[in-house]
């Protein structure tokens, strides 16, 4: 029962580095997301794909890109890293339906220095 | 279009009731719940759709007006491990790619 599985778990950057976030699932879902929590906040979609080959921007897209290649594997690319990405990213699975809840995984908490 | 929750904290002794607000400037599909503990992340509660459906753990209690926009959701301050931040997402347009995420309402138990 691994669900989805997010690596690393911390990361420190500098200014300007890129990295990429690893996220997969094991659920078969066609749904799956990239969001991001700032301190005392809720969630911000960044990006989002229905299916292996489909992706679309959600709500704060700048700066960051994503591939879909698989149903299992949804990456998040972080390029010429900046402070104002300093955040906790969550990616997220669902079946897809209106009734389908998400399913998080554990969290990448990233610091940008 | 951020749904508003209220309160934005509430503290419970043992036996007191919370009740948790959402509510949205737009129309509603749907009322997604989660609750998050410090440090981990969102685990799902409950989904309320329009037309009366629900989906979600026996022992969560919600209640979503559709005229209102709004939802709502009960606690009882009867176990510590009910403690931590819980969120509503809104649903707009019935496909749950966009849901919107409101800023959370932090609920700790008075031992």
């Known amino acids: 029962n691994a669900g989805v599985t997010q690596t690393p778990k911390f990361r420190i950057l500098k200014i300007g580095q890129s990295m990429t976030l690893q996220c997969t699932q094991d659920?078969?879902?066609?749904?799956m997301y990239w969001y991001r929590q700032d301190p005392g906040m809720g969630l911000k979609l960044i990006y989002y794909?229905?299916?292996?080959?489909?992706?679309d921007k959600g709500e704060v897209p700048n700066g960051y890109n994503v591939s879909r290649s698989t149903t299992e594997d949804f990456p998040l690319r972080l390029e010429l890293a900046a402070p104002s990405q300093t955040s906790v990213y969550f990616c997220a699975s669902s079946a897809g339906l209106s009734n389908s809840p998400l399913h998080f995984g554990n969290g990448t908490r990233l610091t940008v220095t | 279009q951020q749904p508003v929750q209220s309160p934005q904290a509430v503290i419970l002794r043992e036996g007191e009731d919370a009740v948790i607000n959402c509510s949205s400037s737009k129309a509603l599909y749907s009322v997604h719940w989660y609750r998050q503990k410090h440090g981990e992340a969102p685990v799902f509660l409950m989904i309320?759709?329009?037309g009366g459906e629900q989906k979600g753990h026996e022992k969560i209690s919600a209640s979503f007006n559709e005229k209102k926009q709004q939802s709502s959701l009960y606690r009882k301050a009867s176990q510590l491990s009910y403690s931590g931040t819980y969120f509503c997402?809104?649903?707009?347009?019935?496909?749950?790619?966009?849901?919107?995420w409101g800023l959370g309402t932090s609920l700790a138990l008075n031992p």
């Open positions: 659920m078969n879902h066609n749904y």
């Open positions: 309320l759709l329009k």
């Open positions: 794909s229905v299916g292996a080959g489909i992706t």
């Open positions: 997402g809104t649903d707009n347009a019935g496909n749950n790619r966009k849901l919107i």
